[in-house]
């Protein structure tokens, strides 16, 4: 039973460079999320998908872009990483309804550094 | 849009109570949900008040009052293993903007048990 999938687990990038971070949810949501977490702080939408075919901006969507592309896969993608985008960044998911979709189930987090 | 305050820190001994508390700001929402993270791992959902009132799981309770945009999460007979931060989030009953339809967490409140 393995939930929320998101990879990699770690990774350095440089200024500049570019990186998709992979996320997969085996428990037939319509809902998935990207969200980062910077030290001490909590967890930040950067952005949301109702369902497949749909995207739309969180709280920090600069610097971002996403796609979904089956009900299944959400992947989240740094076009020109940047020092400020270290973060640890998370994957979940929800029943898309109104009392349910308040239980998100999360993956296990990306830690990235970009230097 | 929403805002959620709760303290950054509290400490309590083995075997005491403590409750973390949770104010908030937003036109509407369907309900406060509470979540756990332990350190270098990912949330999980605790609980969620959909109505005013309390709620118990064993040993965590957690209270919702819409009138007073206030809720807690109790914690009783605290262990070690406790020792972890906890996040309320609401999500935005809002339409039209299903940005904001995602949760948006607090800040977080980091326990330490003490022996």
């Known amino acids: 039973n393995a939930g929320v999938t998101q990879t990699p687990k770690f990774q350095v990038l440089k200024t500049g460079q570019s990186m998709t971070l992979q996320c997969a949810q085996d428990m037939n949501h319509n809902s998935m999320y990207w969200y980062r977490q910077d030290p001490g702080m909590g967890l930040r939408l950067i952005y949301y998908?109702?369902?497949?075919?749909?995207?739309d901006k969180g709280e920090v969507p600069n610097g971002y872009n996403v796609s979904r592309l089956n009900k299944r896969e959400f992947s989240l993608r740094l076009e020109s990483a940047a020092p400020s985008q270290t973060s640890v960044y998370f994957c979940a998911s929800s029943e898309a309804s109104r009392n349910s979709g308040n239980t998100i189930y999360f993956g296990e987090g990306s830690w990235l550094t970009v230097v | 849009g929403q805002s959620l305050e709760q303290p950054s820190e509290v400490t309590a001994v083995e075997g005491a109570i403590v409750q973390i508390n949770c104010t908030y700001q937003?036109?509407?929402?369907?309900?406060l949900s509470w979540y756990q993270q332990h350190d270098g791992g990912a949330p999980t959902f605790l609980s969620y008040n959909a109505l005013d009132g309390l709620e118990e799981t064993g040993r965590f309770s957690s209270f919702l009052s819409r009138s007073d945009s206030y809720g807690y999460l109790l914690l009783q007979e605290l262990q070690m293993k406790d020792s972890a931060s906890y996040f309320c989030?609401?999500?935005?009953?809002?339409?039209?903007?299903?940005?904001?339809?995602?949760?948006?967490f607090g800040s977080g409140t980091r326990l330490q048990v003490q022996p």
């Open positions: 937003t036109s509407g929402f369907y309900g």
């Open positions: 989030a609401v999500r935005d009953k809002r339409r039209g903007d299903t940005g904001r339809r995602a949760l948006t």
């Open positions: 998908s109702a369902s497949e075919g749909t995207t």
